[in-house]
């Protein structure tokens, strides 16, 4: 995400989503108090970064709304199909997860409901930090649902390191404790699920790659599902050159072919511009050989020295004698997760977690 689009995101929760939400809650609730909703929503809202907003929309309802839990909640589910926009729907779950936590199987249901139209993948993490087992329990009977978005909660919500929220330690350190939500989930049709249920494998790498093997290496990757499942959950251990997770993809021997014309263009660049690799393999194996090529640039980093970042390039089979030729274009700009700093990067080529040759490229101050 740069940093020119994150304005962007958080405009989503602009005033006028903010008037859409009124209008649609007065269509279902005649007496809502939509003038102190929007004064109470819209108060510092410029200060706000997307998920505060978030949330703000879930407080506002709570403050203008006089009515208990259950009542607020049947009101919710009316507004929930109104709304124009998945993502807005997000507030539905926050409210669940910050006023009905005492009323477990209601607020259950809720959130069963409610990540149809969007997800509710924070909001069930407020419940596994409350009552885990009991939360777990629900989700491990999600993953069998015949709804795609839930089973996808099943897994997303119980990722150990989900993206804008916090971590569950728990599951972080013994990830045997979902491992019977992955198992129901290794060969789910739904590509939306296989990502997610691939994201909390790879989650899990970062503190237990061994398990994570262990358990990949029990599953038929001849299904095209798992496989893809696998392919993706290993990416990390892939980049890292991890032999193990090279092996299962069936390209753990050491590569044999032959690098040329490996190029960078243009020499020298401006910030905000592109670089173009590109290079060709060929094979000098008497037989047919898996690869999985990925490229590493070595940053520039504020202290004058080198941090490598690896990219996913291609995974392929090439023949016995085959040349195979790659380009790939990346854009050197800057990101909220990476600072750029002038001076000469080196890109290196790697094939089957070996670096086979390199070039360079430098960026201007």
């Not at 640039?297 to 202290?303: F, N």
Request: with cysteine.
């Amino acid at each position: 995400m740069t940093d020119q689009s994150a304005p962007a995101l958080k405009e989503i929760f602009n005033v006028e989503r903010l008037q859409h939400i009124a209008t649609e809650m007065t269509a279902v609730y005649p007496a809502f108090d939509a003038k102190g909703f929007l004064k109470h929503a819209t108060a510092g809202l410029d200060e706000l970064s997307v998920m505060q907003r978030m949330a703000r929309v879930s407080e506002s309802l709570h403050t203008v709304i006089p009515l208990d839990y259950p009542k607020s909640l049947k009101l919710l589910y009316a507004l929930a199909p109104r709304l124009n926009s998945g993502f807005v729907s997000l507030f539905l779950p926050h409210y669940v997860a910050s006023y009905g936590l005492a009323d477990f199987e209601r607020s259950m249901a809720a959130l069963k409901y409610f990540t149809t139209f969007g997800s509710a993948e924070f909001a069930i993490r407020h419940f596994l930090l409350h009552d885990f087992e009991r939360s777990l329990a629900v989700m491990q009977a999600w993953s069998l649902d015949d709804n795609d978005h839930v089973r996808r909660l099943a897994s997303e919500g119980s990722r150990p390191r989900l993206p804008w929220s916090f971590r569950l330690t728990e599951v972080q350190a013994n990830p045997a404790l979902c491992a019977s939500i992955l198992d129901n989930l290794k060969a789910d049709p739904s590509l939306y699920v296989r990502k997610s249920v691939a994201n909390h494998l790879n989650d899990i790498t970062k503190d237990h790659p061994e398990w994570v093997l262990s358990l990949i290496e029990g599953w038929n990757l001849d299904n095209p599902h798992t496989a893809w499942i696998a392919r993706h959950a290993l990416r990390s251990l892939i980049k890292q050159g991890n032999t193990r997770a090279l092996t299962i993809m069936g390209a753990g021997a050491r590569a044999e072919v032959t690098l040329h014309n490996l190029s960078v263009t243009p020499a020298v660049i401006n910030l905000g511009e592109r670089i173009n690799l590109s290079f060709s393999l060929e094979s000098t194996a008497a037989s047919a050989q898996k690869l999985v090529v990925d490229y590493a640039i070595d940053y520039v980093k504020s202290a004058g020295h080198s941090a490598s970042k690896v990219f996913k390039l291609k995974a392929f089979t090439l023949g016995a004698g085959e040349r195979h030729s790659l380009r790939r274009e990346q854009h050197i700009r800057e990101l909220t997760t990476r600072k750029h700093y002038p001076g000469r990067h080196r890109v290196h080529v790697m094939v089957n977690g070996e670096r086979l040759g390199s070039a360079e490229f430098e960026l201007r101050d």
